[in-house]
């Protein structure tokens, strides 16, 4: 079955980066797009980019342009998102989910990483 | 961006209600809209894609319909399991956007 497997949760500084990663399994990882989605504390969904795993063909959200990259290591079927200057209002539980490559629905999610940005 | 909005905001139902979530989009945004329910502390499940297709596996009292800007969620026989917050995302262009969603309250 499809899992998306994530790393676990993180604490850091304002102005510090975070690295969360996803690995895929159950599906061949080239043949779907990963995204990757955040939900702060009561809120709701906030798409912040994708990825093609096959080419790295990727897009994000301007709101975090200049400070989001998103990859992925074909070898190990995983993606990663890096977020740089983090500030409290990056807290946050950060989900990656799979879309077809056909469309930009999200089929199966990941079981989230929490962030925390504190001092 | 576009933007989306659901009404009502909260709704609170008995088991076996027909219930009814509104989700509009800020332009056109054809048949590429999804919905998304998410439980309390629980990771957000896929329910339709493309406006009005089930996922699989999704009970079939959840029907979703519209076009254009405005698409409907409903589920015919509310259900204890169905408490939950309700979300619609458009899939039209990037950046992918979601509505604000909708907590029923059983």
């Known amino acids: ?119 | 961006d576009i933007q989306m909005t659901q009404s009502p905001s909260s709704l609170s139902a008995f088991v076996g209600d027909r219930v009814t979530i509104t989700c509009r989009a800020s332009q056109s945004i054809s048949g590429y809209l999804n919905w998304y329910q998410q439980k309390p502390g629980k990771v957000p499940k896929a329910l339709i894609f493309s406006a009005s297709t089930l996922q699989t596996g999704v009970p079939s009292r959840f029907s979703g319909g519209g076009s254009g800007t405005e698409f409907t969620l409903t589920i015919s026989s509310l259900q204890p399991e169905d408490f939950a917050t309700y979300y619609c995302q458009q899939s039209y262009t990037f950046p992918l956007t979601f509505g604000p969603g909708t907590r029923v309250d059983i």
């Open chain 1, 1 to 119: 079955q499809v899992q998306l497997l994530q790393s676990g949760a993180e604490l850091r500084n304002p102005g510090a980066s975070v690295k969360v990663s996803c690995k895929a399994s159950g599906y061949s990882f080239t043949d779907s797009y990963i995204h990757w989605v955040r939900q702060a504390p009561g809120q709701g969904l906030e798409w912040m980019g994708w990825i093609n795993p096959n080419n790295g063909g990727r897009n994000y959200a301007q709101k975090f342009q200049g400070r989001v990259t998103v990859t992925r290591d074909t070898s190990i079927s995983t993606a990663y998102i890096e977020l740089t200057s983090l500030s409290f209002d990056d807290t946050a539980v950060y989900y990656c989910a799979k879309s077809p490559k056909t469309a930009y629905n999200f089929d199966h999610w990941g079981l989230g990483t929490l962030v925390t940005v504190s001092s």
